[in-house]
């Protein structure tokens, strides 16, 4: 076992933690897809 596994920074879930990035990703990715869609109605 080394040093690094024995002083962890983080105790927290991976899983959480994946969770969150996906969820924050696919927010912003929902976002410019919205602001897209808004911006070509308004041009059509």
Same mark, same amino acid.
């Given at each position: 076992?080394?040093?690094?596994?024995?002083?962890?920074?983080?105790?927290?879930?991976?899983? *959480?933690?994946?969770? +969150?990035?996906f /969820? @924050?990703?696919?927010?912003f990715? *929902?976002?410019?897809? +919205?602001i897209? /869609? @808004?911006?070509?109605?308004?041009?059509?």
């Open positions: 076992m080394n040093e690094f596994e024995k002083d962890v920074q983080s105790k927290t879930d991976d899983v *959480a933690d994946s969770a +969150i990035g /969820v @924050v990703s696919f927010g990715f *929902a976002t410019m897809f +919205i897209a /869609v @808004v911006i070509q109605a308004i041009g059509s």
